[in-house]
């Protein structure tokens, strides 16, 4: 944990500091809105052409960690002309001050206002943050409504996985970017550049109008949307006739090309996540139905074993972390992981360098890895993902694992000196019976009993953590209908009652959930067309902050504002979320391309319905998702047959100075 500096930092001329720092002490952890980290970059406001204001719409203590915007910040400011500065989303307490003595949405960077940077990139891993967005732009002093804004307000960008159906936020935002923003930010930045150098000819409608012709920007004003008398979608087209009719998602190909963060950001206040996070590569072929991420990110890309070790290594120099979390969507799938593994564990062995994945598959962890990941002693949690507790579920989800694989896996981890594992399962699945929930009682007592056998110890745990099921846009369950909350709660109680019928068995059994409510919501967010902005406005007018938040989530806040909105166009909260759509059906983001053939998902679907099992096509034939042809590449696997060598001993806390190679 870094220390913050007693020397006193300029004030940059813009700065709201002044008047932030006499509130500071009426709020809790008002470290958090100081600024000032390891990492943090301020450069001269005037020294820039473009300026960028990132956010990840949620506190200081998760969004710092964020990966996606500390890439993005470290590639702008390597520009020379071009500054990037950070916020967050602030809590009630402050956001109460800063209301009361007029202290507009600030950057933790220079507390700069919002309000006068160039551009403001919002990074969404879930929909839940909508409401934070809200709150963040009317702070700032921006107007809410995109088609209110001025020459003088930024345009607000929606990245992250989310931004796959930015329909929801397309009154608020300007544009949104699919897919990879490395390469996405730098063309922006260059379009903005050049307008600004032109004299900003047209105004604000020219500059969108250049982000939108890209063909990789989607700028929602150019789009309407016509419906049917029934509140489907009848079709979503251009308005003007040099935007194009689809748009795409950025890939960035090459990973070793950009390896960021090379100066990660080091907490000042406690963080969710403190280590050094390297992304060996990205994409999924593993073809899990629910998984929106899997999908939306093919092809795999790897990044070779040579370059993640040389970022490893600058990462702890620079940082002075203690542990390295190699991530990825199944990280035990890196085709050199083993080699990857024992080279790092090998480099920092007798240090206090731990090595973590932060989740890994049942079938992908083996006696070899486990020893590498417990070299040091240090032994990171270790989560495993069944997802579904019968075998007939796991079958219609494409998660390849048997009951007998867990419990091999998680002796495995027992008996190399384990003694917890988190195990992540989801209720409400498609085609889900009570009886395939009820299962996930049994394979929680088997791993006990098998752990118990295998180590002679009863000192054994795990953790059954259960989320609820959400559709997600661009994967084969897009069409799925979700279960109501009160049958998912039944469910879960059944469940908890089942693994404590065994006493001996159930107290070493910890059961943590979320509910139904916060997924409903979800879907609807994950699902929704233009109509749904309408409900999260007045969410956000009736107090919704935090929304991802369980003491701050108010079911019933949402459910009253759906019942006040959506009844006015002809829909309600279950037509979004509990109604299975059908195969000809429009759906909210077809005019957004991921890559992906819908005729293939809806086929995919059927699969799913009739518990067909799909391959990885890493390792057999095209399957026919479109993504490949569609970008003109192939899939990047190794290996690349290299090794990382241990070329300058490391004793006690020193980090190695030798290259790797």
Not at 112 to 128: K, M
Not at 278 to 307: D, H, K
Not at 551 to 566: G, K, M, N, P, T
């Amino acid at each position: 944990m870094s220390v913050p500096s007693t020397t006193p930092r300029p004030v940059a001329e813009n700065s709201v500091w002044p008047r932030l720092e006499a509130l500071l002490p009426q709020v809790t952890k008002p470290i958090q809105y100081v600024g000032g980290e390891l990492g943090a970059v301020v450069k001269e406001w005037d020294a820039a052409t473009v300026r960028w204001a990132l956010m990840y719409p949620d506190a200081y203590e998760v969004g710092l960690p964020n990966q996606g915007v500390q890439i993005l910040y470290e590639v702008l400011n390597e520009l020379p002309d071009t500054l990037a500065e950070r916020t967050y989303a602030v809590w009630p307490d402050l956001e109460q001050l800063m209301r009361t003595h007029g202290v507009p949405q600030f950057t933790v960077d220079a507390h700069r206002p919002v309000r006068e940077f160039d551009l403001f990139g919002v990074s969404f891993a879930t929909e839940l943050g909508y409401t934070n967005l809200l709150n963040a732009i009317d702070l700032a002093g921006i107007p809410l409504l995109a088609a209110d804004r001025t020459d003088a307000d930024p345009v607000i960008v929606a990245g992250g996985h989310a931004a796959f159906n930015p329909e929801p936020i397309a009154d608020f935002v300007d544009a949104a970017v699919l897919g990879d923003g490395e390469e996405a930010v730098l063309e922006i930045t260059a379009i903005v550049r050049e307008w600004k150098a032109e004299g900003c000819p047209g105004g604000r409608d020219e500059l969108l109008l250049r982000l939108a012709r890209t063909e990789s920007v989607y700028v929602p004003r150019f789009y309407d949307v016509d419906y049917l008398p029934d509140g489907r979608i009848q079709r979503v087209v251009p308005n003007r006739a040099d935007v194009p009719f689809r748009v795409h998602k950025r890939t960035t190909m090459d990973l070793d090309a950009w390896p960021y963060p090379r100066k990660p950001l080091v907490p000042l206040a406690e963080t969710v996540h403190e280590r050094y996070a390297v992304e060996i590569f990205r994409g999924c072929t593993r073809g899990c139905r629910f998984c929106q991420a899997g999908m939306i990110t093919r092809p795999v890309r790897e990044r070779s074993i040579t370059t993640v070790g040389q970022m490893v290594q600058q990462g702890l120099e620079f940082s002075g972390f203690h542990e390295v979390g190699l991530l990825s969507l199944s990280s035990a799938d890196h085709s050199e992981i083993g080699d990857m593994c024992s080279g790092l564990a090998e480099q920092y062995q007798g240090t206090n360098v731990s090595l973590s994945l932060p989740s890994t598959r049942v079938d992908a962890f083996n006696i070899e890895l486990a020893q590498e990941l417990s070299r040091n002693g240090r032994r990171t949690g270790l989560t495993f993902a069944p997802e579904g507790g019968s075998e007939r579920i796991r079958k219609v989800i494409n998660k390849m694992v048997s009951k007998d694989d867990l419990i091999r896996t998680v002796v495995t981890a027992y008996t190399n000196g384990w003694r917890q594992v988190k195990l992540y399962f989801m209720c409400g699945l498609p085609t889900e019976t009570d009886a395939d929930v009820l299962e996930i009682a049994d394979m929680a007592h088997e791993v006990i009993k098998a752990g118990r056998a295998a180590t002679g110890s009863k000192d054994i745990r795990c953790t059954v953590s259960i989320g609820g099921f959400v559709p997600k846009p661009h994967t084969p369950f897009q069409w799925a209908a979700m279960e109501r909350p009160e049958v998912i709660d039944g469910r879960l109680k059944l469940l908890k009652q089942a693994i404590n019928a065994d006493r001996s068995l159930g107290r070493a059994i910890g059961f943590r959930y979320h509910d139904g409510e916060p997924s409903l919501i979800e879907g609807l967010l994950s699902r929704g067309d233009r109509r749904v902005g309408a409900v999260i406005r007045r969410v956000w007018e009736n107090g919704g902050r935090f929304d991802g938040w369980s003491e701050h989530f108010s079911y019933q806040r949402w459910v009253d504002a759906a019942a006040e909105v959506l009844p006015g166009f002809g829909v309600d909260l279950d037509w979004y979320t509990t109604r299975e759509r059908d195969e000809l059906e429009v759906l909210p983001w077809d005019h957004l391309d991921s890559g992906l053939d819908k005729d293939w998902l809806w086929q995919d679907w059927q699969d799913a319905l009739s518990e067909y099992e799909q391959d990885d096509c890493r390792w057999t034939p095209c399957f026919d998702c479109g993504v490949c042809p569609t970008m003109d590449t192939e899939i990047q696997i190794g290996p690349t047959g290299r090794k990382l060598l241990p070329l300058t001993p490391v004793n006690g806390l020193r980090l190695p100075t030798g290259a790797q190679q």
